[in-house]
């Protein structure tokens, strides 16, 4: 499966193989971009910190993180960019584990019908 670098690439590979609704037939997109998060308590961005987005599904997406210092249920909030574009996404934290390259943390949209992928695509 191609690993996409960029947004743009993303947008690609989803208009080739496609969003399936069917729960069990999500796909999952393996990308490598490089983004910033922050955690934010009492509407206040209290920890930042880079991560690497390393896969994304219609639901929510994983990253990767050196250094977690929140825990599962924290609302996160990220930036990626798309050219000069800065794209925003919200999120909560449903796993967290520790992997080769750092933690790998789960995300998931906080509202169900908020789909995350859009959000991922400024769309």
Not at 18 to 47: A, C, M, S, T, W
Request: glycine share 10%.
């Amino acid at each position: 499966m191609k690993i996409a670098r960029d947004l743009s690439t993303l947008k690609e590979c989803i208009a080739v193989w496609g969003l399936r609704e069917n729960r069990r037939e999500l796909p999952r997109y393996h990308v490598d971009i490089q983004g910033d998060y922050f955690v934010e308590q009492k509407g206040l961005p209290v920890i930042r910190g880079s991560c690497r987005l390393v896969d994304v599904n219609r639901e929510g997406f994983a990253v990767t993180i050196v250094n977690v210092q929140f825990h599962e249920g924290t609302k996160l909030h990220f930036q990626f960019f798309a050219g000069l574009n800065r794209i925003d996404v919200a999120g909560k934290a449903v796993y967290i584990d520790w992997g080769d390259d750092g933690y790998r943390v789960g995300i998931q949209s906080i509202h169900k019908k908020i789909d995350i992928m859009k959000q991922l695509l400024g769309e």
